[in-house]
């Protein structure tokens, strides 16, 4: 799921008009699940505030990074590296245990990801345009590992995945509109822009939005390194999208690297 609207955002040229029709999509999500599932407990506001506050600056930093470097170098490192962070800040800091298997279903996953990143793909542009995409990429990966371990222990205490989710995405969709038109250089053409792409954008919005809501939902009952590792193994199984809808090369070495991370995923779920 996480693939797919990926996919749809990936239609859309102008990543700051996706980004802002997702986040409208999260808006709208946000104001019904708050409707019905409520306020979440107050203990558990300050993880609300504090995850979207990250990924809205999660925005920021990946915009970024696609300025000053490819998308193949770029977005395989940040969330390869994530997994590694996740993983490694909830076994140290958060006491979970993970089985053998999982860990090394983990570690395979996160060295997929870093080895398709380090490709002759993400090796096409000149040596300081890879240094300082590789520089943005790390600081992306890390705000993606620090939300994600935020709104693990944040829907633990809250008790209520369905109220903290909605609430989230409300937050979200509040703030990351405003932050993504005080991006756009040309501001006072960028409500015509997010028009033209409405449709998919709203769509992938909202696919987006379920498909992080049952992240959040099962980082309540399993480990936050498990889940953070199956999630992003979807940033390979996106190259079959690419391949079948947008005619991109599946070259032998993508196959490879998806066919080790399925075997992660195998090593996971046997843990």
């Known amino acids: ?18 980004s802002t029709m997702i986040a409208l999509a999260y808006l709208a999500s946000g104001l019904v699940g708050a409707a019905v599932f409520g306020v979440p407990p107050q203990q558990s506001w300050p993880y609300v505030v504090a995850s979207a506050a990250l990924q809205s600056c999660y925005l920021i930093l990946l915009t970024t990074s696609y300025k000053h470097g490819d998308f193949a170098q770029v977005y395989p490192l940040a969330r390869g590296l994530a997994v590694l962070l996740v993983a490694g800040v909830a076994t140290t800091f958060l006491a979970e245990k993970l089985s053998f298997w999982q860990l090394a279903g983990v570690a395979v996953v996160a060295g997929s990801l870093l080895s398709l990143a380090l490709t002759k793909h993400g090796a096409t542009a000149s040596a300081g345009r890879n240094r300082k995409g590789t520089f943005f990429a790390v600081l992306t990966g890390a705000a993606i590992a620090a939300y994600t371990v935020v709104d693990g222990v944040g ?52 696919v987006s939005m ?62």
């Open 1 to 18: 799921m996480h693939s797919v609207w990926n996919a749809l955002a990936k239609a859309i040229p102008d990543r700051l008009a996706s």
């Open 155 to 206: 829907v633990r205490v809250s008790g209520q995945p369905m109220a903290y989710v909605s609430w989230l995405f409300l937050l979200q969709g509040m703030v990351i509109p405003l932050i993504c038109w005080r991006m756009a250089s040309e501001s006072r053409s960028f409500p015509q822009r997010v028009a033209r792409y409405w449709k998919p954008g709203f769509i992938g919005g909202l």
């Open 210 to 271: 379920l498909a992080y809501g049952i992240v959040v939902w099962a980082q309540s009952l399993a480990p936050l390194a498990v889940v953070s590792a199956l999630r992003e193994t979807s940033v390979l199984l996106a190259g079959v999208i690419g391949a079948v809808f947008f005619n991109e090369k599946f070259s032998r070495l993508r196959l490879g690297l998806t066919a080790i991370a399925v075997a992660g995923i195998a090593a996971i779920q046997l843990g």
